[in-house]
């Protein structure tokens, strides 16, 4: 099979890898396409230190159940999937329901250096982290569930409500994310602040209110959304982003800090204390929320496509990395196409 492999910080290649084998209670996918993640170029450029040379990377998969290990039933070969990166070992499933992602002997696939990911043509994941997806699909909006499963994770946490007033900031593709899990929970009037006019664009087709993040205040905000917001999700995580959400809700309203934009963040901490806002973190999901996710995007939201920006082939992998890790205006998500084209053209 090929792979995209981290060769060194910087540096991508289309490399050949053998084929993996599934073990006992393995699934053998076949991928069709992976999203690139923020996470993926911060890894690429090395700006987090969670990802190694000599990693294939990779978390936003989505593709075909290719074979069965030994002890799998309820799964069909060809069956269009998608997994779930987060891996929790047997021992610690009953005592972690419910809260998978911060389980303390978990790996996540795509992050664990020696597991070879989604950027891989073939993967081998646990029955237990395969979320069937149904057939007639459009395979490529099954790589949205993770990013999806992020936000719908968010969302919950910071206790959204159906009429509730949300501010998001970050209109990229965790704030379009975001929007799409909101309007899941059947929100309505969602505003959201972001300085790149492409991404306001995309956002605006999604059906809510873009706001320049450049000039947006408080103000603009409650003109938005008829009032401050009673919720705010920050998909960026940096001083201004959050001091907006800070400034542009309600007494008492909920942030939720979901972007990781920066590793500290400078808060207005009377914003919080004499204000009795409450400050919420949200990381990943649990294996509810992927599998409401996925249930989500199966059955083909019309606004879901808007989040695809561009896929690209394979081959492509190491210009379509260098091009997001510098100055870009791609307003959504950019995939990559691990199916052959042989194969591609077999399934059209």
């Known amino acids: ?11 991508l290649a289309v490399v050949e890898l053998p084929d993996p084998e599934p073990g006992p209670g393995e699934v053998r996918l076949r991928i069709h396409a992976t999203g690139i993640c923020g996470s993926d170029i911060h890894g690429f450029t090395g700006e987090n230190g969670r990802r190694h040379p000599g990693q294939v990377m990779g978390h936003e998969s989505v593709g075909v159940v290719d074979a069965l290990g030994d ?13 779930n990166p987060v891996v929790v070992p047997e021992d610690e499933l009953a005592a ?25 043509q073939l993967l081998c994941v646990p029955e237990r982290n395969v979320v069937p ?55 309505e009037r969602v505003a959201v602040s972001e300085v790149s006019a492409t991404r306001r664009a995309l956002v605006e087709r999604l059906g809510v209110t873009a706001l320049d993040g450049t000039t947006a205040d408080a ?23 959050l001091a907006l959400c800070l400034q542009a809700t309600r007494l008492g309203a909920t942030v939720c800090l979901v972007g990781m934009g920066a590793r500290r963040v400078a808060l207005d901490a009377f914003a919080i204390s004499t204000q009795e806002r409450t400050l919420v973190g949200s990381f990943t999901y649990t ?8 249930d989500w995007i199966g059955q083909t939201p019309p606004q879901a496509a808007e989040l695809i920006t561009r896929t690209v ?10 091009e997001l890790a510098g100055p870009n205006d791609v307003a959504g998500k950019v995939l990559v196409r691990l199916e052959a084209d042989e194969q591609q053209e077999g399934r059209a």
Do not use: C, N, Y
């Open 287 to 294: 294996a509810r929320d992927f599998a409401d996710a996925a």
């Open 313 to 322: 082939p394979l081959a492509a992998g190491p210009e379509a990395f260098a």
């Open 96 to 120: 972690w329901a419910g809260r998978e992602q911060l389980a303390p002997g978990k790996h996540v696939i795509g992050v664990r250096p020696d597991v070879v990911a989604g950027f891989a």
């Open 219 to 241: 103000a603009a905000v409650a003109d938005a959304l008829g009032g401050p917001a009673d919720v705010a999700v920050d998909a960026v995580g940096i001083d201004p982003t």
């Open 71 to 83: 002890g799998v039933h309820g799964l069909e070969v060809g069956q269009p999937a998608t997994f």
């Open 1 to 11: 099979m090929q792979a995209l492999r981290l060769e060194e910080i910087g540096r």
């Open 133 to 187: 997806l149904p057939a007639g699909i459009p395979l490529e909006l099954g790589a949205l569930v993770e990013p999806l499963a992020v936000a719908v994770h968010a969302v919950r946490r910071a206790g959204v409500g159906a009429g509730d007033r949300v501010l998001v900031t970050g209109g990229g593709p965790i704030g379009q994310s975001v929007v799409l899990a909101l309007q899941m929970l059947g929100v």
